[in-house]
């Protein structure tokens, strides 16, 4: 490709520039990019991508590693969502957030992709392109917090139920049970330790 006569490659808006400009700000931003051709099955994924499906760069990808890299509690979900992006009658955007399980290093990661499909004239799929990125640290953020909240509340329902209460033993007896509702333990057992230690 040349450039157009009254393009100056100093223009920071020159086409060479734009293009710079979009490579950098995806790596800055850890945006994995995405390409399938529907017809073949062949898949597109730069090293960034791989990573996330924990397989090495050099390796080729096909739509079957992507599935068998799905989370078996998540692939029902994507799948249903990839494969209405690529239905001309739907066409909807490919927009899910999920788990794989790495295919080398069998590690669990948490990405976001979002993608849509691409039509010729007969409308049919001939591409699925988008992004994805590694979202593993903020839902690993989220649980954290989730779990925190949780404890929370345990202890303000432990402090409500045991605030009129002055025997030690029912004190024990309700904390007891609240943890082990908590828990989801069929048994929550409790004891006292001596000053001595004994």
Known sequence: MTLP?????????SWQNKEEQLRLAV???????????TATGKVYWPERVKAMFGMSPECDVTLDDFTQALHPDDAPRVLDAFAAAQDPQLRTVYDVEYRTIGREDGIVRWVAAKGRGLFDDEGRCVRAIGTVIDITAR???EALQLQ?????????RIERATRPLVQAADVMQVTAKLLGEHLGATRCAYTDVEPSGD
């Open 5 to 13: 006569h009254h393009t100056n490659p100093s223009d920071p808006l």
């Open 27 to 37: 790596e800055a931003a850890e945006i994995g990019l995405w390409d399938v051709d």
């Open 139 to 141: 839902k690993r953020a």
């Open 148 to 156: 925190v909240q949780q404890r929370v509340r345990l202890l303000g």
